[in-house]
Nanobody, 123 residues
Framework: QVQLVESGGGLVQAGDSLRLSCVAS????????LAWFRQNPGKEREFVGV?????GVANSVKGRFTISRDNAKATVYLKMNSLKPEVTAVYYC???????????????????WGQGTPVTVSS
């Protein structure tokens, strides 16, 4: 199974950019679909982007966020440009529950969540 550790979050101003990283342990990283979600207190985990046999991001961040992966480094990235205060949240990455799970935007299809990295965008 794949374990992930997120990093790269922080406090930034509106309009700034950040690149989140998620480093995996385990030698089967390349076989899994990887996804980014975000969550605020009292709210459900929200889909941000996924990369596997197909790649996509949520409509709310399309054109500003890009998801990519480097299998040689066992790392998945989330590049966030033109940040807005409404994207403030804790960002999590997770591998799909199985290697055959197709890319989805449902958090129930992912397991072994990382500890998250907080992103705060001030106006």
């Amino acid at each position: 199974q794949v374990q992930l550790v997120e990093s790269g979050g922080g406090l930034v101003q509106a309009g700034d950019s950040l690149r989140l990283s998620c480093v995996a342990s385990g030698d089967t990283f390349r076989r899994y679909t990887l996804a980014w979600f975000r969550q605020n207190p009292g709210k459900e985990r929200e889909f941000v982007g996924v990369i596997g046999k197909s790649t996509g991001v949520a409509n709310s961040v399309k054109g500003r966020f890009t998801i990519s992966r480097d299998n040689a480094k066992a790392t998945v990235y989330l590049k966030m440009n033109s940040l807005k205060p409404e994207v403030t949240a804790v960002y999590y990455c997770a591998p799909s529950s199985t290697i055959t799970t197709a890319p989805t935007n449902s958090s129930t299809d992912y397991a072994n969540w990382g500890q998250g990295t907080p992103v705060t965008v001030s106006s």
